[in-house]
């Protein structure tokens, strides 16, 4: 028995980057700077490549939703994404090996929704640091590497006595370039507890390859996501699953997607999803 999902969503956003072709403009690789960069942070934490690239937007991602993984703490996300703090960002003297850093402290209250429809968790987090490396060698344009380490505190909503050290490894490889789009991205969540023995190593990671053909993107995602039900993410358990489906891109402005989701649950019924969004540029 499955559920059938329809969803049909107009954003209008800035695109940062302004498109050579019909390529969305964030998946183009981003431009390398000389400078070291200062920013308050009052957005998304710079916690692996998705985030980083395309924020918030959904006019520059090739599919309707975010990756399980990335998904926003509202939809049930695992990562917490959103902080206030300071941003320090900069270019690693490496010649043609292209490094980059991004070094990050600040704090954040993460409010996430609970997968199941009922209610959401307070994860109480305390203070954050997060620092990523990546390198985009230019002997292969378009290729990226890299990895972050994100730590900080939280709460089990079950027993806001019991406290975590919440420890968030992601590693990426993405290539970007002529018209492919393949990203391939991974993180393990690991929950420590403090002044207890309990320690939950939790696994997620996804994979996109696209490729335009004029003003159509076809695209196949999978994905995968399993949470231990002991630990504070108690309501996601285990999630995998493929995505299929195209991009059309009637000009730099307008481009409308249609996404197929098949997706396994834990303990409950398979979930099948149609998706549609008409995205906007200005």
Known sequence: MSLLEAQLAAQAVQP???PESLVPPAAESLPKTERINFRGVGELASIGYYNTVFMSSAWPQTTVDRPLIMAFPGEGGVLPVQAVGLSLQGVIPSGNLGLDYVFEY???????ARLNGIGSDDENNGN?????IFARPDRF??????????????SDDRNLSIRYGQTILNAH???VA???EFLNEGVVIRHAELNGPNVFNMPGAY?????QFGHVRPF???QYLNMNPQSALHDVLLRYGPSFGTRYDFNRQIALKLQFDRTWRKSQLVLNGVQTQLSFAF
């Open 16 to 18: 940062t980057v302004q």
């Open 106 to 112: 600040g704090s954040s209250d993460t409010i996430r």
């Open 128 to 132: 954050q640091v997060n620092i990523g």
């Open 141 to 154: 344009p378009g290729l990226e590497i890299g990895g972050s380490f994100y730590h900080d505190n939280i």
């Open 173 to 175: 490889i993405v290539y």
């Open 178 to 180: 002529r018209g492919l």
């Open 207 to 211: 994979t996109l390859i696209s490729k």
């Open 220 to 222: 196949f995602r999978f």
